[in-house]
């Protein structure tokens, strides 16, 4: 049996581990565990079922949340028991991921529990295929119909923009860009759009696929910014395919850059475990566009060791970090730009409407992409968008 560090700061040997200090869980452990959506689940449940028993809600502790998260649906590749032999706590949940036929009521129940107007069943229906996923964003895991995970993500009735179909638009960006996507495709239900999207940490057979964060990575904590050359660094470290990954890792930074990704915190950088010979980069996820009037253009992990000013000139800069020289970084960039030229396009063909893509257009017109068209060098011609057909 292959036995392997499950981070860097957590080495192989015998005896007691004791997590970092002021942190509950080990940073690889508490990536299988619920981030906000799936802790608010929980703990919903838990205030019914005390109102059931009469009696306080109990508070959950970081422990809690990792040991009720369904075992099928668990991010990555740990599954927990009390003993050797098993069986695995939450198993006995399999069977609550629904098949992909339910959205129309997981949407609706998703809708009534971000209004607080939740019903017993509502969080039944939600508990054991949501609480297993990360993020803030109302979600689901659910079975295709040829068997296989997938995650099924709602919209919000708090949302000022379609963020799903946007995430769909970039993903699209992102594959034209020569970036890494796991499959994801647009689903109609009622007037509302699901992204479905295929889960990165599960092998076509269903096998489970390691999974560890950039911030788990680096063993920092939440609200810690972290850089994008330490990313560097990491591959450099554990890398499985380092020079190729820190190419990718080079054009995922150019693209953030492009269409104003600002949410690209360390939880949203991954990878996958490659056996033997170390980690890869798991494919680009949780891209979010956000306009200028929402947020400045200010990535969350810094370009360099400080500064995180969404500016392809600083990226130029720094490619060198990545295995990049000047002139082949500037034709990455401008591969980049192309792809994310035709964002009003793309998002015209997803059915946003004329007045939606004015309002996000400071995320993709900017200097930025002026610049990439022109091959990374300065004094750059005036670009125009394509119109939208």
């Known amino acids: 049996?292959?036995?392997?560090?499950?981070?860097?700061?957590?080495?192989?040997?015998e005896g007691t581990f004791a997590s970092p200090q002021g942190k509950a869980l080990f940073g690889s452990i508490g990536d299988s565990a619920p981030d906000r959506w799936g802790r608010?689940?929980?703990?919903?449940r838990e205030a019914r079922?005390?109102?059931?028993?009469?009696?306080?809600?109990?508070?959950?502790?970081?422990s809690d949340y990792l040991l009720l998260v369904?075992?099928?649906?668990?991010?990555?590749?740990?599954?927990?028991?009390?003993?050797k032999e098993g069986p695995f706590l939450a198993s006995d949940a399999d069977t609550a991921i629904p098949p992909i036929i339910n959205l129309g009521r997981l949407l609706e129940a998703s809708t009534?529990?971000?209004?607080?107007?939740?019903?017993?069943?509502?969080?039944?229906d939600l508990v054991n295929p949501g609480a297993s996923l990360g993020g803030a964003r109302?979600?689901?895991?659910?079975?295709?119909?040829?068997?296989?995970?997938?995650?099924?993500?709602?919209?919000?009735?708090?949302?000022?923009?379609?963020?799903?179909?946007?995430?769909?638009?970039?993903?699209?960006m992102a594959a034209q860009a020569g970036i890494t996507t796991s499959g994801h495709r647009l689903e109609k239900v009622g007037e509302a759009n699901v992204l479905i999207l295929e889960r990165f940490d599960r092998t076509g057979g269903g096998h489970r696929i390691p999974y560890l964060s950039a911030m788990s990575m680096l063993n920092y904590s939440d609200g810690e910014h972290g850089s994008y050359l330490e990313l560097a660094e990491i591959l450099r470290e554990n890398g499985a395919a380092a020079e190729a990954d820190l190419k990718e890792l080079w054009r995922r930074l150019v693209f953030n850059i492009m269409v104003s990704n600002v949410?690209?915190?360390?939880?949203?950088?991954?990878?996958?475990?490659?056996?033997?010979?170390?980690?890869?980069?798991?494919?680009?996820?949780?891209?979010?566009?956000?306009?200028?009037?929402?947020?400045?253009?200010?990535?969350?992990?810094?370009?360099?060791m400080y500064d995180g000013t969404a500016s392809l000139e600083l990226a130029l800069e720094v490619a060198q970090d990545f295995g990049l020289d000047l002139n082949t970084a500037r034709g990455i960039a401008k591969e980049v730009a192309k792809a994310t030229s035709r964002w009003n396009v793309l998002a015209s063909r997803c059915g946003i409407t004329p007045n939606e893509i004015e309002f996000m257009r400071s995320a993709f017109v900017h200097d930025d992409l002026r610049l990439g068209l022109a091959g990374g060098k300065s004094s750059p011609a005036p670009c125009s968008t394509p119109p939208a057909v």
Not at 49 to 56: D, G, I, T, Y
Not at 70 to 83: E, H, K, P, W
């Open 1 to 13: 049996m292959l036995k392997f560090s499950l981070e860097p700061y957590l080495k192989v040997g």
């Open 40 to 44: 608010v689940l929980m703990e919903r």
């Open 49 to 62: 079922q005390a109102r059931l028993e009469n009696r306080a809600p109990r508070h959950l502790l970081d």
């Open 70 to 83: 369904s075992d099928t649906a668990r991010q990555g590749a740990l599954r927990f028991s009390l003993t």
């Open 112 to 124: 009534r529990v971000l209004n607080r107007q939740e019903v017993d069943e509502d969080i039944r």
């Open 138 to 172: 109302p979600k689901a895991s659910v079975f295709g119909t040829d068997g296989r995970l997938r995650i099924a993500k709602f919209s919000s009735p708090h949302d000022r923009w379609n963020v799903v179909v946007w995430e769909y638009v970039c993903l699209q």
């Open 263 to 304: 949410d690209d915190h360390l939880r949203n950088h991954g990878f996958l475990y490659a056996g033997s010979d170390g980690w890869r980069l798991s494919p680009v996820f949780d891209l979010e566009a956000t306009p200028t009037s929402e947020k400045a253009r200010t990535l969350h992990t810094t370009i360099d």
